[in-house]
């Protein structure tokens, strides 16, 4: 696949985080590994950072944080100009947040998701292209929303 994808955790993601790139790379995926690498305490900020950095920067097309629920991950990431972050609990919200929404950055929670289920996640939202029609002009709509409201 030509579809470069960064992943990220802390240490409530960690070991979710290691599943998800196991089967990715059994997909053809090439994976960028942002860490965190083990159970030791780290900050989620500094690892969602990371990873929306590298994607802005064009060494990944899309991205997957991991922390223990998603939330932190999925408030941090939305924090970045030209990040689209989406929480998702099942496959129907992967598939919305890409048709509707144009995601980029897919965020799981490592400690309430089985490992099958984040599995099946991932991969709706990684085959799930944009809508496009009316969902165009409603990201658009949030383009210019972002714009007025989140400095460079």
């Known amino acids: 696949m030509e579809t470069r994808l960064a992943i990220a955790s802390d240490h ?7 599943v998800l790139i196991e089967h990715l790379r059994a997909l053809d995926y090439e994976v960028l590994d942002l860490g965190t690498e083990g159970p030791a305490s780290v900050d989620y ?6 990873l929306c950095k590298a994607i802005l920067a ?11 629920t998603g939330i932190g991950m999925s408030i941090t990431a939305n924090k970045f100009k030209g990040i689209y972050a989406a929480l998702c609990t099942n496959e129907f919200m992967a598939r919305m947040s890409r048709e509707h929404n144009d995601s980029n950055v897919l965020c799981l929670g490592g400690r309430v998701l089985g490992d099958e289920v984040a599995k099946g996640i991932v991969e709706v939202w990684l085959n799930t292209a944009f809508g496009g029609g009316r969902h ?17």
Request: some cysteine; proline content about 2%.
């Open 58 to 68: 064009g060494q990944a097309e899309r991205g997957i944080l991991v922390c223990g």
């Open 136 to 152: 165009s002009r409603r990201t658009g709509e949030i383009r210019v929303i972002e714009g007025e409201n989140i400095a460079e």
């Open 45 to 50: 900020p500094d690892f969602a950072e990371r």
């Open 12 to 18: 409530g993601g960690v070991e979710l985080k290691r």
